[in-house]
């Protein structure tokens, strides 16, 4: 029935690393599907990290640019987001997404908490 599962997340401190991923199963496949990462930080709204299209185009916030890396796997049916030199601000619950287009409606995986912290 899961059809997007997170992992990887974690705490981590300021500077450091972390790599998350999502493993899609089901009717998903990322290789026709547009993947993302969304974050969701307590009393904000849910914001795009990061995106890859079904043609591997890839697309970041500002806020993360230059620091954090989507990448996708389509033999292993994965999509990766590394990211690098982390700041307390990433902190945030992430999540996967899948969109097919054509009207349909999104799928989300279950969200993985990443803390960034001294």
């Known amino acids: 029935q899961v059809q997007l599962v997170e992992s990887g997340g974690g705490l981590v401190q300021p500077g450091g690393s972390l790599r998350l991923s999502c493993a899609a199963s089901?009717?998903?496949?990322?290789?026709?599907?547009?993947m993302g990462w969304y974050r969701q930080a307590p009393g904000k709204q849910r914001e795009l990290v990061a995106g890859?299209?079904?043609?591997?185009?890839?697309n970041y916030a500002d806020s993360v640019e230059g620091r954090f890396t989507i990448s996708r796997d389509i033999a292993k049916n994965t999509v990766s987001l590394q990211m690098n030199s982390l700041k307390p601000e990433d902190t945030a619950v992430y999540y996967c997404?899948?969109?097919?287009?054509?009207?349909?409606?999104?799928?989300w995986g279950q969200g993985i908490q990443v803390t960034v912290s001294s």
């Open positions: 890859i299209s079904s043609t591997g185009r890839t």
């Open positions: 997404k899948a969109d097919r287009g054509l009207g349909s409606p999104s799928n």
């Open positions: 089901g009717s998903i496949f990322i290789g026709i599907y547009a």
